[in-house]
T-cell receptor, first 114, second 111 residues
Framework: EPEVTQTPSHQVTQMGQEVILRCVPI?????FYWYRQILGQKVEFLVS????????KSEIFDDQFSVERPDGSNFTLKIRSTKLEDSAMYFC????????????FGSGTRLTVV | ELKVEQNPLFLSMQEGKNYTIYCNYS?????LYWYRQDPGKSLESLFV?????AVKQEGRLMASLDTKARLSTLHITAAVHDLSATYFC???????????FGKGTSLLVTP
């Protein structure tokens, strides 16, 4: 069964450093997403991406965040200057079409900011 | 602001018992999703409910959707320990480009 692959599985970074979280969506999917989950809390939407541009973003997705699809397979989330409160599990997801749903989530990257 | 409310948030139940988790939402969305999450793991899709009156069953879990009441239920029949996990419901945003999740129901099934 096709999977969404995320790397690394765990990243520890110092406050103020830049991090890049990587994702390989399912190959024939068209829509890509990032969500985050602070420990013990609900899953929160960050951003959706379609046709090489952001289609929607939440209030959480401020100027310190950016997304990119640098090639035909990878989808990245960059946090420019990490804060302690950015510590969370970050999930990448992809879907073939927003009209039929069918989101597939990756296994997540646990980001710890120290 | 779109709201998705689940209850209960915590549920401890004995093996063999039945119970229902409720998910209320505030949009006019006619699509609702249920996910399971084990500790430290990703989100596993359980059900995608696409229209009013939709009912889906998989093993001991059955999900239903009433779009008029803006309510979905996840019914657990004869619970077993393996069902212990956190269950999230989610609905599409108005734009359709995002999922809005409830806070999750943490289920513990005990012998």
């Amino acid at each position: 069964e096709p999977e969404v692959t995320q790397t690394p599985s765990h990243q520890v970074t110092q406050m103020g450093q830049e991090v890049i979280l990587r994702c390989v969506p399912i190959s024939n999917h068209l829509y890509f997403y990032w969500y985050r989950q602070i420990l013990g809390q609900k899953v929160e939407f960050l951003v959706s991406f379609y046709n090489n541009e952001i289609s929607e973003k939440s209030e959480i997705f401020d100027d310190q965040f950016s997304v990119e699809r640098p090639d035909g397979s990878n989808f990245t989330l960059k946090i420019r200057s990490t804060k302690l409160e950015d510590s969370a599990m970050y999930f990448c997801a992809s879907s073939p079409d927003t009209q039929i749903g069918g989101y597939t989530f990756g296994s997540g990257t646990r980001l710890t900011v120290v | 602001e779109l709201k998705v409310e689940q209850n209960p948030l915590f549920l401890s139940m004995q093996e063999g018992k039945n119970y229902t988790i409720y998910c209320n939402y505030s949009t006019t969305s006619d699509r609702l999703y249920w996910y399971r999450q084990d500790p430290g793991k990703s989100l596993e899709s359980l059900f995608v409910l696409l229209s009013n009156g939709a009912v889906k069953q998989e093993g001991r879990l059955m999900a239903s959707l009433d779009t008029k009441a803006r309510l979905s239920t996840l019914h657990i029949t004869a619970a077993v320990h393996d069902l212990s996990a956190t269950y999230f419901c989610a609905v599409d945003s108005n734009s359709g480009y995002a999922l809005n999740f409830g806070k999750g129901t943490s289920l513990l099934v005990t012998p």
